[in-house]
C-alpha cells in the first residue's frame, strides 16, 4: 500500500536544454540523480555533502554542483551511490515531512501548482506512515492540503 504513495515520478531540473539532475522526496529524504558521464573512471566522482551545501563533481575539474541546499540535511544520514551509470545521492532532511520546492536552493524550484501535488503526496505517506492499518493509497484532499510537518501538532519523530 505505501509503495503506491511513493513519488510516482521524478522532477528534472534542465538548464540550457540540457538534464542537470532528476530529483524526488519522501517525508523522510530528498533524492538527487545526476546521470554520469561516460569513459571516466568511477573513482573519480565524488559528492560532499554539508548540512545546507552540496558539491558533486570529477576529482581535478571544476565542481558540476557546487549549490546551497534549499533546506538543511542530517549529514550523518545522508549518502551517495554509483550505479547504472547514475550518481543517486540520498539527503535525510533535517525537519521530516517538509516539502522541498528543489533540493537545490533556486535551481529547478517546483512551481505551486506542483509542490500542492507533493504537499497531498506526503501528507497521504505521513497518513499511512501513522495508521499503517489502512490504505490511504485512493484518497483524495479537496480544497487547501495541511502542511504534512505541522499537521495536528506535526510529525512524530
Not at 536544454?17 to 568511477?42: H, M, R
Not at 558539491?55 to 541546499?69: A, F, Q, R, W
Not at 506542483?114 to 501528507?123: A, G, K, P, T, Y
Request: aromatic fraction near 10%.
Amino acid at each position: 500500500m505505501s509503495e503506491k504513495l511513493a513519488p510516482d515520478k521524478r522532477h528534472c531540473f534542465m538548464h540550457n536544454g540540457q538534464k542537470v539532475f532528476e530529483w524526488d522526496q519522501t517525508l523522510e529524504e530528498a533524492n538527487i540523480y545526476i546521470s554520469l558521464p561516460q569513459n571516466v573512471p568511477t573513482k573519480l566522482f565524488y559528492c560532499k555533502i554539508q548540512p545546507k551545501h552540496l558539491e558533486v563533481g570529477i576529482k581535478g575539474s571544476s565542481p558540476y554542483l557546487n549549490h546551497d541546499l534549499t533546506c538543511p540535511v542530517k549529514v550523518d544520514s545522508s549518502f551517495w551511490t554509483l550505479e547504472d551509470d547514475v550518481m543517486h545521492i540520498t539527503l535525510q532532511k533535517r525537519e521530516k515531512g517538509q516539502t522541498w520546492p528543489s533540493p537545490i536552493d533556486g535551481q529547478g524550484e517546483l512551481d505551486s501548482l506542483s509542490v500542492d501535488h507533493e504537499q497531498r503526496r506526503l501528507m497521504l505517506q505521513r497518513f499511512q506512515e501513522e495508521h499503517p492499518g489502512f490504505d490511504f493509497s485512493q484518497a483524495e484532499f479537496t480544497g487547501i492540503c495541511p502542511d504534512p510537518k505541522t499537521f495536528m501538532g506535526g510529525i512524530k519523530h
